[in-house]
Every structure is written in structure tokens, then in C-alpha cells.
């Protein structure tokens, strides 16, 4: 299947520093990614769409200048996580879009420890 | 706005079958998925159906789906200590122009020798 990888797989933080993580699809253009944001034992929240060439499209109650998104070619998007706090510590995974059929394929995720 | 439910947790013991449901409210849902997800992993698409199938099987899996009372479930036949992760299932409706996953709460499946 098609590989999405993430970067870094883990990092830690002090507070009040900004992290990026950064999301690549390898073997394919995508031209739709997704941000995921996973609590402890808990499932995976949409973060955001993020489109190619435009804005990332934002769901209800996350913080657009919180969460930078940018999409800048067809196989990388990056989420920042600006002023990094001890509350913004999860597991942040990203997946991207085979064309139009629907299959996701997503990153081995991200762990965000804020210190 | 839609929901997706899942059990917690599932202990089964090795070679025995494993069946994990989940119940959905979007009566709209056009896809449903189960992924797995190992410890510190991100998500594995395991199998999906489609709304109106009823059933597909592959190799271990068979998912069986009914519409009616919106109930989805994974059957792993001969369970194996690999197969222990949290599956989660997840559907996707005409929200969001069918890009949004809503997922489950996932369960965390526990194979014991």
C-alpha cells in the first residue's frame, strides 16, 4: 500500500516553544491531508484538512493559530504547534488521500511531550 | 453529530475467534472502515465495506454489517498474539463531502497464550 511517513516520531518540548511535525506521503501525491490529534486511550479527533495550495480547512474548536497548517507541495504538509503548553502533549497523526477512493493511509504518528 | 461506539477492551485466548463490534448513528454512512493500531503506531487500514454490502470476508476477517440497526463488527478467526492492538472502526458519511472519518473509541483487543 501506499507509505505515509511522519517526523519526528517523538519530541519533547519545553513550554512555550513552537514544534513542527511534518507529514510526507513517499510513493504518492496527495493532494488532501488530514491531521489527527489521539488522547490516552481515547480515539483519533480530525484536527484539520489540509489542501494543497490553499488554507487547511479547520474543525469546530481547534485553534487555527494554535495549529499552523501548511500545504505546501503534494507530498508534505506540516503541522505546528505554536507556544507549545502541557496541554498540547498528545499523539498527533497525519494521513493522506489515494486520489478520490476514499482509502486513507496514515503516518506512524507523532508523540508531543510539553514539558 | 455522528457517533461511533465501541467496547473498551476484549480478551480472547490464542487460536479462539475474536469478534468486535461497533454501533454507529449517521444513517448516512456510505463507507465504514476498521483499522489497527499497534502500540505507538499510527493506523493500519484493515479491511472496509461498503453501506450496502451486508458481509465481506478476507482471509481472517469478516465484517458483517447491519445497516438496519446501524451495527458493525470484525470477526478475526483464529486469533493470534500478533493480532493484539486497538482496532478502531471508523465511517465516513455525506459529512464533509464523505471526507470526514468519524472514528470509534476503539478496543483494545488482548491475545493471551
Known amino acids: 500500500g501506499a507509505v505515509v511517513s511522519q517526523h519526528p516520531s517523538w519530541v519533547i518540548c519545553k513550554s512555550g516553544t513552537s514544534v513542527k511535525i511534518e507529514c510526507r506521503s513517499l510513493?504518492?501525491?496527495?493532494?488532501?491531508m488530514f491531521w489527527y490529534r489521539q488522547f490516552p486511550k481515547q480515539s483519533l479527533m480530525l484536527m484539520a484538512t489540509s489542501n494543497e495550495g490553499s488554507k487547511a480547512t479547520y474543525e469546530q474548536g481547534v485553534e487555527k493559530d494554535k495549529f499552523l497548517i501548511n500545504h505546501a507541495s503534494l507530498t508534505l504538509s506540516t503541522l505546528t504547534v505554536t507556544s507549545a503548553h502541557p496541554e498540547d502533549s498528545s499523539f498527533y497523526i497525519c494521513?493522506?488521500?489515494?486520489?478520490?477512493?476514499?482509502?486513507?493511509?496514515f503516518g506512524e504518528g507523532s508523540r508531543l511531550t510539553v514539558l | 453529530g455522528e457517533d461511533v461506539e465501541q467496547s473498551l477492551f476484549l480478551s480472547v485466548r490464542e487460536g479462539d475467534s475474536s469478534v468486535i463490534n461497533c454501533t454507529y448513528t449517521?444513517?448516512?454512512?456510505?463507507?465504514l472502515y476498521w483499522y489497527k493500531q499497534e502500540p505507538g503506531a499510527g493506523l493500519q487500514l484493515l479491511t472496509y465495506i461498503f453501506s450496502n454490502m451486508d458481509m465481506k470476508q478476507d482471509q481472517r476477517l469478516t465484517v458483517l454489517l447491519n445497516k438496519k440497526d446501524k451495527h458493525l463488527s470484525l470477526r478475526i478467526a483464529d486469533t493470534q498474539t500478533g493480532d493484539s492492538a486497538i482496532y478502531f472502526c471508523?465511517?465516513?458519511?455525506?459529512?464533509?463531502?464523505?471526507?470526514?472519518?468519524?472514528f470509534g473509541t476503539g478496543t483494545q483487543l488482548k491475545v493471551e497464550l
Open positions: 510513493d504518492f501525491q496527495a493532494t488532501t
Open positions: 449517521d444513517s448516512s454512512s456510505t463507507y
Open positions: 494521513s493522506a488521500r489515494v486520489g478520490d477512493t476514499g482509502e486513507l493511509f
Open positions: 471508523a465511517e465516513t458519511g455525506l459529512t464533509g463531502g464523505g471526507n470526514k472519518l468519524t
